[in-house]
């Protein structure tokens, strides 16, 4: 098995592990997503959030949402990977803001209330953004950097002739 589909099947079982630990406040991961549903079946409607608070909030989701089709796309679906790349980290950046919001009182209070099922969904994350960076060769070997792989084929160097 390649090392891009382990990182991938590791990243993709921590989590979904990751919403059954507590995550925020005593709430689970899973009452955690919820809360963010929530806030997101409100669009139109006025609540004390404001349309900041609601695409942050919302941000979460489709995060999660990502997650899945990223980690989909990885096994199955070799193609656009710089694309792929671009959007797995705009959405670990997305979740690594809320341990920022955390981490100053005057954003989230002065209790710090992040639980192991927070951490371990970040890291589900990161390793999905490493499993996409990961580049391997036919043979799961790894590529190195300065080859080719494209019109020249995998192992030529450019401007040489073999």
Not at 9 to 21: E, I, N, R, T
Not at 37 to 66: D, K, M, P, R, T
Not at 92 to 99: A, C, D, G, K, P
Request: aromatic share 12%; hydrophobic share 55%; charged share 10%.
């Amino acid at each position: 098995m390649k090392l891009r589909s382990k990182l991938g099947l590791v990243a993709a079982l921590l989590f979904g592990v990751s919403f059954a630990l507590p995550a925020d406040g005593g709430m689970s991961g899973i009452a955690c997503l919820g809360v963010c549903w929530g806030v997101l079946l409100q669009l139109g409607e006025n609540h004390e959030l404001g349309i900041g608070g609601w695409c942050y909030y919302s941000g979460f989701v489709l995060a999660n949402a990502l997650f899945v089709a990223l980690f989909a796309a990885l096994l199955v679906w070799p193609a656009r990977m710089r694309l792929r790349m671009g959007i797995a980290v705009l959405s670990t950046l997305q979740v690594m803001s809320w341990l920022i919001v955390n981490l100053f009182p005057p954003l989230k209070g002065d209790h710090f209330d992040l639980g192991i099922g927070y951490f371990i969904w970040l890291l589900s994350f990161i390793l999905l953004v490493a499993a996409h960076f990961v580049r391997s060769g036919p043979a799961g070997q790894p590529v190195d950097p300065g080859l080719a792989p494209g019109p020249l084929g995998l192992g030529e160097k450019p401007g040489r002739n073999a």
